[in-house]
């Protein structure tokens, strides 16, 4: 599925709901995507039309409001009854709320409606992945399995291989404790900000152990706090702004007071062997990331999602994440002063693989060829 024109219509829930997912009821989870999305909201019986209709009986992914509300005469649904659906006329509309109230199938050839069953996929091109967006029935038996669908729709589709395939059991655990306290995202965010500035001073000391330990979870409360805003849809400016800002300043810091901690061992680096590690990866991070940005400039797309190659490389590319794992082997083997030096050479290696990748862009895209995500399919 493929959005097609931009819309803002209203929306309105129709039918009542007492079940909550991640602590919200379907009117105020539907309210709160609306208006993150900029859309008009309705809470007061049904919108004149066009206007989108979603059933409060059902959960879903914020995906499919986003794309239904961009497309009028467009829904989903489920067992043929109707779940979100755009309605571009007013008989249209009675139609579609006669039929969310009575929980029966809907039948109306004026409208392009899509089965779910069939399994129709969505782009996110935020989350960098191309899937079928949860939805179901929102009932009791249903909670915690839409609540591990909506947690995992949360997730990067294309992100190191840490975030992806061991932080999301740990994380899920604590994001649904956090909802279930009423903990926000931003409230993560400073406890993970706090063991990071901590893990740092730890490195500076040379006691990597528990500076990579409280670095541990700190990276799992990076996750969790971005999870936590996505699946109680409490995502703002500030939080998207304190989260990436501490994303992107702090692994510089990591590796100097890294360096400067292996005095502590005794395997204090030479000054050469030193400012080269440093240029490496710091000087090396920040091309990356100049990388990254004239990519997105040039094609309006993340270098990441380009090829599957690129989206494979990402799991193991010089970012933070990995390079831990690096850093934690070689400690493990007693040499964390070789594991800097592995940094900083796997940072040049992952600099010219970016380098490379955005100059045969720039040269498929002069020969003709149009640069698209591999993620979009044939769609």
Known sequence: MTQQNQHSPEITVIGENAVRLWGLTTHERTRRIAQAAGFGWHDNGLAKAPCVLVN?????????????????????????????????????????????????????????????????????????????????????????????ASYFGAYKGVTDILTKYLWPEW????????????????????????????????????????????????????????????????????GNVFDHGIDLVHPPFWWYFWGLGLASWGLALSPDQFWFAMIAIIGGYVVQRVIEGEFIRRFGMHIHV??????????????????????????????????????????????????VRLIQAMAAKAGGTPIRSWLQGDA
């Open 171 to 238: 994380a899920l655990v604590l994001t649904r404790i956090a909802a279930k306290l009423h903990v926000t995202p931003n409230m993560v965010t400073a406890v993970g900000a706090i063991l990071c500035v901590v893990a740092t001073f730890l490195f500076a000391k040379g006691d990597y152990w528990l500076g990579m330990g409280l670095g541990l979870i700190f990276m799992v409360l990076d996750t969790v706090d971005g999870k936590l805003a996505r699946c109680t849809i409490t995502s703002s400016w500030w």
């Open 56 to 148: 409060a009986g059902f959960a879903f992914d914020p995906g499919w409001l986003r794309y239904i509300a961009a497309n009028p005469g467009a829904g989903i649904t489920l067992g043929g009854v109707p779940v979100v659906v755009h309605a571009r006329t007013q008989a249209e509309a009675d139609a579609v709320a006669a039929a969310m109230q009575a929980d029966s199938a809907l039948i109306l050839p004026t409208l392009d409606l899509v089965a779910y069953e069939s399994g129709p996929t969505l782009e996110n091109k935020e989350l960098r992945k191309r899937e079928v967006p949860f939805l179901n029935r929102l009932v009791p038996e249903t909670v915690r399995p839409l609540e591990r």
């Open 306 to 355: 380009w090829r599957k190659f690129d989206s494979d490389f990402r799991l193991i590319t010089a970012r933070r994440n990995p390079n831990m794992v690096i850093l934690a082997a070689a400690t493990l083997a007693g040499r964390p002063d070789i594991g800097l030096i592995a940094v900083a050479w796997w940072t040049i290696i992952s600099l010219v693989v970016h380098a």
